[in-house]
């Protein structure tokens, strides 16, 4: 019975990703139609760039405190671009616990939408893998922001993740931001300590005050927890599943 409930997680999970993917695609699709032509940038528009740290933060949680850093830059021009993307978190005392970079072309499909694929390595956790990376990143009805990603490792390991975040003006100055990441992945990867299904559940808040347009501290909190039988790899291995931090933090690009 375990194993038909496993399967059944596995196939709901890659289901709601692959289905958000899709129905992104589709809309992103539907806009470039109504756009007009606008030729070719990369052969005769301005190349300009930019490095975004949506995340340089401190943490408080559960006994060890945490630096944790969320950015990417990207160059090109209105239609295709080189992304850079990185992410992951530093334990007390100097322990880097996550660490990942991607490297991706982007194009732009539509009103607000990229298409992006290239690759991703993980320095931490070890053994270090390396993934065939594919997803759309884009501004959502509603003003959401949304960053999708489908992955394949060099063993074969299929898993996904989707991002989601709002920015609620409260003054011009002053913005409340939610945001919620889920992981899945479509079979067992013990050595990494995820489970067939969905993976993680992270929800954050976060206040920033923009000083100016490119620099903004913030404070906040976040929880993340680990699901399902992924839970369970993580306590053996001694690590908490459960982790709610209270923060502070700035934003800023150039």
């Known amino acids: 019975m375990s194993s038909v409930v496993r ?35 990369m052969h005769g528009g301005t190349l300009y760039g930019q490095v975004l740290v949506e995340q340089l933060e401190y943490r408080w949680q559960n006994g060890h405190d945490v630096t944790a850093w969320d950015a990417q830059a990207w160059y090109g021009g209105d239609y295709e671009k ?6 992951g978190n530093l334990r007390s005392p100097q322990r880097v616990n996550d660490a990942e970079a991607q490297l991706l072309y982007s ?12 690759v991703r390595h993980d320095f931490r956790p070890k053994p270090s893998r390396s993934y065939g990376v594919i997803g759309i990143q884009g501004l959502a009805p509603g003003y959401f922001e949304v960053d ?5 490792s060099q063993e074969g390991d299929l898993s996904a993740r989707l991002k989601a975040d709002y920015d609620l003006l409260i003054t011009q100055r002053l913005i409340l931001q939610p945001k919620v990441e889920l992981n899945g992945s479509a079979q067992d990867v013990p050595e990494l300590h995820a ?8 929800l954050g808040l976060r206040l920033r005050y923009e000083i100016a347009r490119e620099f903004a501290p913030y404070i906040g ?5 680990d699901v399902g039988e992924t839970a369970q790899l993580v306590r053996r291995a001694g690590d908490d599943p459960d982790e709610f931090a209270g923060l502070v ?3 800023f690009w150039f």
């Open 221 to 225: 909190i976040n929880w993340r927890r």
């Open 7 to 41: 399967r059944l997680s596995r196939i709901a999970v890659l289901a709601l990703v692959f289905a958000a993917a899709s129905s992104l695609t589709a809309r992103a699709q539907t806009d470039t139609q109504a756009e007009p032509s606008h030729g070719d940038q």
């Open 107 to 118: 194009r732009l499909v539509g009103y607000y939408w990229d298409l992006q694929a290239g």
């Open 195 to 202: 489970a067939a299904g969905l993976n993680s559940i992270e």
């Open 148 to 152: 999708t990603n489908a992955f394949v």
């Open 249 to 251: 933090g700035v934003r």
């Open 82 to 87: 080189i992304r850079l993307k990185s992410e």
